[in-house]
């Protein structure tokens, strides 16, 4: 599969293979979605919707059927794909079109201590306008959920939940379908971040019953500037669109404006057709791979990972133990290493990881983690048993140098 | 002719240049607004019922000639039907046009919009006319 | 230089040879914008700023080093620089990041009735929320601003005043200069809609002394889903971040969040990196022509144009008939035809032009434009003479046809 | 050694193993807290001034080698100069760190960070330590 993806053959300017095991920040793309853009703007590039010609037609065509891939993809219909630039774009959408015009000073919203920050400081930001209550909830030890305490915490007056259904930090699967339950039971909205659980396992948003779903596509194959926010249709009627402007319009006149038909009206301005449509080549390449076997691969690497790390000296490993819990993100501290230094010698040998803050500030300090940072590794569907063996190698480079 | 008389038929050309039933009731029970957004077309239209029946139909609008044309054409083939076989007609209509589906029952003058699926931008404009008329009976 | 641009060697289907007038609505691209993007997922791609590996380097210096071909084309600073996902998007930025915060019931926000719905609906909703005065400019009967009706409704209380330099109805450039001149005696500030003029003539934001310039990348050869929110230093103190979220945080605590400083703390989440260095590379293109000569093969073009249409019988044409005031765009009717079905008939020419209300509806119903939609062709770079002819030909054939 | 030890100097490495002046002054004039938002290191820096001279400097944080080593370096170089002085140790340093140019005078051990701009995302790290004492000073 390496072959698919012409980046993973870069030789680094010091001769070291390129190893990447960067995949939560970010995914490389196979060939077949790099060409599908530049076919796009080889021959059919337009602006959707509007123009009424040969390629306005072309560009309109594969623009719907990109939308119809990912309603596929996630068991949504057409109507309830709205295409954003991202988790973060969709995230905020939330918060500024559901959240502004539902929620009021008496009302709760509650977060994971675990949230990405784009799946926090929205939400935290909601709470200080409307002036209510905001609640992280508690983690155990290996990062879960507290799931007793966050059955403490929801209360009648919750209205917003919001939770990622895999956590970037230290990949942990959250139990987003008992937690659907209890939400829906107190009358409160779920909001699931999907931006790693979508690239890494199969989604169904009837089945986990999200009213929202935010993911991004360049976390799966995808290019950049594209994500997704899927809205059940019983929440279309109380989303507000939040960014106005061309193509989402009904009629403007001088004293008020009316909307067009979702999804257009929470998608203003020029869509990022190409990015719909990459997204859409990516889904293919995945559907051929077949999301089940993606996270069983990820597993068996993480399984792997994780048996050789467990007895290596001074290595500190952070999340549960138990697979079912987790995908394939290893989080790891050096004792008396800054994680940084640990990429940095990593890089030396090839070996692209992520070392900080994984933008989930509220877990490490919740957890003391030394540091306030860690070094992760993350597995995507290229990566085989001989990347996390030089991970393992590398490591014990950093241990010598330091 | 080209591959433009697909688009623009004669019966259509006719419809559009004499649009029928094109104008006000002076008696109407049900007025039903609606616009295509994104391109801008209009129509209005008025009915008045009688036994469950359409007894009279007019409209008024602005648009392309597919769409004036399809309001024109709706008018005409939509009066005298009892709202049920107007449903069932709107039905058949709305398919021939999205899907391209050969329809099983006599769509009249309206089968000659039967190549407008192959016009991905033009299905709004044809449909716009049916969808006002949907609103209205539902 | 049509060769640059592998689409425009599109034969339709019906043999017809492609002649792309739709520019005013998405450019397309050339060769070395497309290749750069691919480069960029063949061999750099990773996520920016955070990941300090091989690729991660490559990929944030190729994002820092964009934003500086952002700033000096238009001759600001690199601070001043804040990526976004299009004008739409930056214009929203501004209303709801500097407009909600800094506008109050008091206060009143001008516009021009020439205003794209981008440019329109966002001040609209604005001055909705505020309960404040949205006041919307008159037109002179060509399209034009009228200056003196402008000069008497701006006062002390008003706020924003909202402009395009370079209209996308008509193409009409407006005076800005002199708009600013006012703007800042009284006080208030302007935000300048760069996304017709920043792609076809020289911008220079100190020059034309904006607060805010917001523009797109497709529409100057550049990939969808990017674009530019220029922000005068000054205005960074009082633009509040607008999407929250990764990236654009200092520290995130459960009660509280500090923000990064500009322009981090204006991109929230992962960065549209493929959609930056296109920009830069179309930026590359452009500049290696030159503004000024592109406003010039754009007058020239629209000269040519509209000394032939002139004079055709059933045939207006809108706008001011001065050059000084107009880039490449002819924007036109013909008498008992329906816009959409000229553009059919154009169309099936080989000729793509853009025909319905261009996303500006109060334009065409203050000039009480027939049908409430126009056709408009509108020139770039690669188009020449014979383009014109085609479409005047493509125009007899209209009129025999209806 | 290899490519790395032109990032990991030994006088850093020796630096970051035994950060000089590493702790919290008893009595001091000025306090500066700085993060370095992307990556999360962090550093607080107390100066004690004397006539318009800095009489001594510590700080406490945490962070890389890179930046810890910085931090230590900078406080040995820095104790015992006027505040202009420092200004133009710190410009010189900046300027070395971020452009790769050559520093007119002579920067003491600050010198083995000569090679961080080559290393972009390391620059910031190199640099916290100096922003900080900028703001002190300024
Ligand atoms: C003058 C003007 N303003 C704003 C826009 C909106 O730009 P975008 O659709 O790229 O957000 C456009 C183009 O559609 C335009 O021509
Ligand atoms: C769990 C989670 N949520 C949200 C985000 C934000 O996604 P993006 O940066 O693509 O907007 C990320 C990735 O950075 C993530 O891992």
């Given at each position: 599969?390496?072959?698919d993806?012409?980046?993973?053959?870069?030789?680094?300017?010091?001769?070291?293979?390129?190893?990447?095991?960067?995949?939560?920040?970010?995914?490389?793309?196979?060939?077949?979605?790099?060409?599908?853009?530049?076919?796009?703007?080889?021959?059919?590039?337009?602006?959707?919707?509007?123009?009424?010609?040969?390629?306005?037609?072309?560009?309109?065509?594969?623009?719907?059927n990109?939308?119809?891939?990912?309603?596929?993809?996630?068991?949504?219909?057409?109507?309830?794909?709205?295409?954003?630039?991202?988790?973060?774009?969709?995230?905020n959408?939330?918060?500024?079109?559901?959240?502004?015009?539902?929620?009021?000073?008496?009302?709760?919203?509650?977060?994971?201590?675990?949230?990405?920050?784009?799946?926090?400081?929205?939400?935290?930001?909601?709470?200080?306008?409307?002036?209510?209550?905001?609640?992280v909830?508690?983690?155990?030890?290996?990062?879960?959920?507290?799931?007793?305490?966050?059955?403490?915490?929801?209360?009648?007056k919750?209205?917003?939940?919001?939770?990622?259904?895999?956590?970037?930090?230290?990949?942990?699967?959250?139990?987003?379908?008992?937690?659907?339950?209890?939400?829906?039971?107190?009358?409160?909205?779920?909001?699931?971040?999907?931006?790693?659980?979508?690239p890494?396992?199969?989604?169904?948003?009837?089945?986990?019953?999200?009213?929202?779903?935010?993911?991004?596509?360049?976390?799966?194959?995808?290019?950049?500037?594209?994500?997704?926010?899927y809205?059940?249709k019983?929440?279309l009627e109380?989303l507000?669109?939040?960014?106005?402007?061309?193509?989402?319009?009904?009629?403007?006149?001088?004293?008020?404006?009316t909307?067009?038909?979702a999804?257009?009206?929470?998608?203003?301005?020029t869509?990022?057709?190409?990015g719909?449509?990459?997204?859409?080549?990516?889904?293919?390449?995945?559907?051929?791979?077949?999301?089940?076997?993606?996270?069983?691969?990820?597993?068996?690497?993480?399984?792997?990972?994780?048996?050789?790390l467990?007895?290596?000296?001074?290595?500190?490993?952070?999340?549960?133990?138990?697979?079912?819990?987790?995908?394939?993100i290893?989080?790891?501290?050096?004792?008396?290493?800054?994680?940084h230094?640990?990429?940095?010698?990593?890089?030396?040998?090839?070996?692209?990881?992520?070392?900080?803050?994984?933008?989930?500030?509220?877990?490490?300090?919740?957890?003391?983690?030394?540091?306030?940072?860690?070094?992760?590794?993350?597995?995507?569907?290229?990566?085989?048993?001989?990347?996390?063996?030089?991970?393992?190698?590398?490591?014990?480079?950093?241990?010598?140098?330091? | 002719?080209?591959?433009?008389?697909?688009?623009?038929?004669?019966?259509?050309?006719?419809?559009?240049?004499?649009?029928?039933?094109?104008?006000k009731?002076?008696?109407?029970?049900?007025?039903?607004q609606?616009?295509?957004?994104?391109?801008g077309?209009?129509?209005?239209?008025?009915?008045?019922?009688?036994n469950e029946?359409i007894?009279?139909?007019?409209?008024?609008?602005?648009?392309?000639a597919?769409?004036m044309?399809?309001?024109?054409?709706?008018?005409?083939?939509?009066?005298?039907?009892?709202?049920?076989?107007?449903?069932h007609?709107?039905?058949?209509?709305?398919?021939?046009?999205?899907?391209?589906?050969?329809?099983?029952d006599?769509?009249?003058?309206?089968?000659?919009?039967?190549?407008?699926?192959?016009?991905?931008?033009?299905?709004?404009?044809?449909?716009?006319?049916?969808?006002?008329l949907?609103?209205?009976?539902?």
């Amino acid at each position: 599969m390496k072959k698919d993806f012409p980046i993973l053959s870069t030789v680094l300017p010091n001769g070291k293979k390129l190893v990447y095991l960067d995949n939560a920040a970010t995914t490389q793309k196979p060939l077949s979605v790099i060409e599908r853009i530049s076919h796009f703007y080889k021959s059919e590039n337009a602006n959707v919707s509007r123009s009424a010609h040969y390629l306005g037609e072309q560009t309109t065509v594969s623009y719907n059927n990109a939308r119809k891939a990912v309603a596929k993809f996630i068991n949504a219909d057409e109507d309830e794909v709205i295409f954003t630039s991202g988790t973060t774009e969709s995230i905020n959408m939330i918060a500024y079109g559901w959240g502004d015009p539902n929620v009021s000073e008496d009302d709760e919203i509650i977060v994971m201590t675990s949230e990405h920050h784009s799946d926090f400081v929205p939400w935290q930001q909601l709470a200080m306008r409307k002036k209510c209550k905001f609640k992280v909830v508690p983690l155990n030890i290996d990062g879960t959920i507290n799931m007793v305490e966050f059955k403490k915490s929801i209360t009648s007056k919750t209205k917003i939940v919001a939770c990622a259904r895999m956590t970037n930090s230290f990949g942990i699967i959250n139990p987003v379908e008992e937690i659907s339950k209890t939400v829906h039971e107190n009358g409160a909205i779920l909001v699931v971040d999907g931006a790693q659980s979508v690239p890494s396992m199969p989604t169904d948003v009837k089945n986990m019953d999200a009213d929202f779903l935010s993911f991004s596509g360049h976390k799966m194959l995808g290019p950049m500037g594209i994500g997704v926010l899927y809205a059940k249709k019983d929440m279309l009627e109380s989303l507000k669109p939040f960014l106005t402007g061309g193509g989402m319009i009904d009629e403007v006149k001088d004293e008020s404006t009316t909307f067009a038909c979702a999804p257009d009206r929470y998608e203003a301005g020029t869509p990022n057709v190409e990015g719909a449509i990459g997204l859409a080549s990516a889904i293919e390449y995945l559907d051929e791979i077949g999301m089940e076997n993606i996270l069983e691969h990820e597993r068996s690497l993480f399984e792997y990972a994780y048996s050789k790390l467990k007895s290596v000296d001074r290595v500190t490993l952070y999340g549960p133990k138990e697979i079912e819990k987790r995908a394939g993100i290893v989080t790891f501290n050096i004792k008396g290493i800054h994680p940084h230094d640990v990429a940095a010698v990593l890089d030396s040998n090839g070996i692209a990881i992520r070392s900080g803050h994984h933008c989930a500030q509220p877990i490490l300090r919740a957890l003391k983690v030394d540091f306030m940072a860690t070094a992760r590794a993350s597995f995507y569907i290229y990566n085989d048993k001989s990347d996390v063996d030089a991970l393992v190698d590398a490591i014990e480079d950093a241990k010598r140098r330091f | 002719m080209d591959e433009l008389s697909d688009l623009y038929a004669e019966v259509i050309m006719d419809h559009q240049r004499h649009p029928r039933n094109f104008g006000k009731l002076e008696n109407f029970d049900r007025e039903i607004q609606m616009t295509n957004s994104s391109c801008g077309d209009q129509i209005s239209l008025q009915i008045k019922f009688e036994n469950e029946k359409i007894k009279d139909l007019k409209f008024t609008g602005m648009g392309c000639a597919i769409s004036m044309a399809s309001a024109s054409v709706m008018t005409e083939v939509m009066k005298g039907l009892s709202v049920k076989e107007a449903k069932h007609f709107c039905d058949e209509f709305l398919e021939m046009i999205r899907e391209g589906k050969v329809p099983a029952d006599d769509l009249k003058d309206a089968k000659v919009f039967s190549n407008i699926h192959k016009y991905p931008m033009r299905i709004k404009c044809a449909t716009l006319a049916w969808h006002a008329l949907q609103k209205a009976i539902e």
